[in-house]
């Protein structure tokens, strides 16, 4: 059974950056897809970044120029550094895992506030 676990949520001031991980343990294939979603109060959960196994990465139009997506494949490891961070990026943001090209595993999620 495959277990995500994140870390690195929390309150930070707006313009303020903050870090995400996200580790997998319990896969003994190789994971191809790897991502971050998030969702806010009242609102859908939607796609922030992805990334392949081969390096495709694919970013939400809102978070462009501000948040990068990278992986560590030897530690199967999704990691989310969020810069110039916005009040709109409040929400709880879970990362993701697959074998393909879609989302098998789903972490817990970890809160992100971005608040004065």
């Known amino acids: 059974q495959v277990q995500l676990v994140e870390s690195g949520g929390g309150l930070v001031q707006p313009g303020g950056s903050l870090g995400l991980s996200c580790a997998a343990s319990?896969?003994?294939?190789?994971?191809?897809?790897m991502g971050w979603y998030r969702q806010a109060p009242g609102k859908q959960r939607e796609m922030v970044a992805q990334?392949?196994?081969?390096?495709?990465?694919n970013y939400a139009d809102s978070v462009k120029g501000r948040f990068t997506i990278s992986r560590d494949n030897a530690k199967n490891t999704v990691y989310l550094q969020m810069n110039s961070l916005k009040p709109e990026d409040t929400a709880v943001y879970y990362c993701?895992?697959?074998?393909?090209?879609?989302?098998?595993?789903w972490g817990q999620g970890t809160q992100v506030t971005v608040s004065s």
């Open positions: 319990g896969s003994g294939l190789s994971i191809n897809a």
């Open positions: 990334v392949t196994r081969g390096g495709r990465i």
């Open positions: 993701a895992m697959g074998y393909g090209l879609g989302f098998d595993f």
